[in-house]
């Protein structure tokens, strides 16, 4: 006697195509992976930032300097008891809108993603002797 399976190929067909946007979704994440479009970087402000003194050793945001990839998204966290800020360039240099946080609470974060390769100074406009570099590659 023959065996029938006469739906066989159809219900491969079917799981091929049912398949297909778990595989899409799949893709665009290792895509976007690999774009950096999900790194995520962290900066802590400490306590001691509010002591010029930090300066000395640049422990006023650790890191003072870090290097991400273009489309990486940077987190300051404000692990100190009192205000501050994240704003692009130098205080002796003419300031950009690159960015600013403007004021950052005590336990409060700022984030801010790079798009564009170079190397990006900031500091705190509360605290100006709180300097940090960014460099994007
Ligand atoms: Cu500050």
Redesign the pocket.
Known sequence: MKKSCNSCSSYSKLSIWAALPFLTILAILFIATSMNVFAETAIT?PNE??EPSCADNGS?FLPSQVTVGVGETLTWSND?S????VTSKNPEEETDDLFDSSIILAGDIFSYTFTEAGQYNYF????PW?QGSVIVK
């Not at 009192?82 to 800020?85: D, G």
């Not at 705190?124 to 605290?127: A, D, G, I």
Request: glycine fraction near 0%; aromatic fraction near 0%; proline fraction near 0%.
């Open positions: 402000i930032a509010a006023c100190s009192v205000i501050h800020t705190c406009s509360v605290h709180m």
